[in-house]
């Protein structure tokens, strides 16, 4: 690889870590796993890297990767829908013992919130509001139309915004 | 309008998606409804909650990330850089040939340079045999101290 090549590289990794590592994180639930996961994504961008012909796609192309990884995760770890769904309903009951301090804490509020989603609605989520990224590149990575992601992520933050509201106490 | 659409225009508002005409009419539903208002301040919440949240990134992964690439990554030397260069197969034959030519001018040289120095040892030792040889074969001079009678 080139040095100005290596530069490029570097400015892009710097540019896009957060959105990648945000995406994975949120998805797996599990900080090693992130690491592991992003360092293939990013590894695989440096050996592709020469090859790419549209770099103002590579955003797109880093959370295609990062996805294609995640899933992999799911399959491995037999994290499917229905168990990501039975585990939401365990996190629900031992929400409800939880003590109300730590309710009033706004972020863990809104994470637990998040992660009590159901894993297509919370991946839309996180894309948008972590990765950043816009309706038509979601639609793009999530093989659906624009107006649809539109669409369902309304539906999604109403729903989490109504939630995270009857947790703080606020009456919407 | 309903609450919900209002809920809708907020989200697109807060995207800087929301049409000039609509603005007016959302301000104006807010100033009045509760429930949206108390909606509008829980999504402005969570939003910043996000932002600061998302910024979080574990430094250490930069360096294991680094740290896996292959060494192609690292700034090699000019010599090192010499023998990955991609070069004509003539081109490297002429330069492999000079290279030779000019090591064995240089082997030459030295060796003459070192015959040199060897005559111009022997000649020095030759020399100082003769000095000592001549030191050796000088008369004795005996001394005598002068009277004061005499003068």
Partial sequence: MKSNNLLFFSQLYHEHKKAVYHYVLKMTGLQMAAEDIVQNVFMRLFEKFGTIKQPDRIRYWLISAARNEVYDFFRKEKLRKEDSLEENQELQSEHSVESEFAELEMKQVVLREMELLPIDQKELFVLREYSGLSYEEIAQATGTSKELVKSRLFTIRQKLIRNIAKRIGVKI | ?151
């Fill in chain 2, 1 to 151: 309008m309903s609450c919900n659409e209002y809920q809708m225009f907020i989200h697109q508002f807060l995207e800087n998606d929301l049409e000039i005409q609509f603005r007016e009419n959302l301000f104006d539903h807010l100033s009045s409804c509760e429930t949206c208002k108390n909606y509008f301040s829980t999504v402005v919440s969570v939003q910043t909650t996000l932002r600061e949240d998302g910024q979080e990134f574990p430094v250490s992964l930069n360096q294991q990330i680094f740290s896996s690439f292959p060494k192609v990554n690292e700034k090699g030397t000019h010599f090192s850089n010499f023998f990955t260069l991609k070069m004509p197969a003539y081109l490297t034959y002429a330069v492999m040939i000079i290279i030779v030519v000019v090591g064995m001018l240089f082997f030459n040289q030295l060796n003459k340079y070192k015959e040199e120095l060897h005559e111009t040892a022997l000649q020095l030792k030759e020399q100082k045999q003769t000095i000592e040889m001549l030191y050796h074969a000088m008369p004795t001079i005996e001394v005598h101290p002068v009277s004061t009678n005499n003068l």
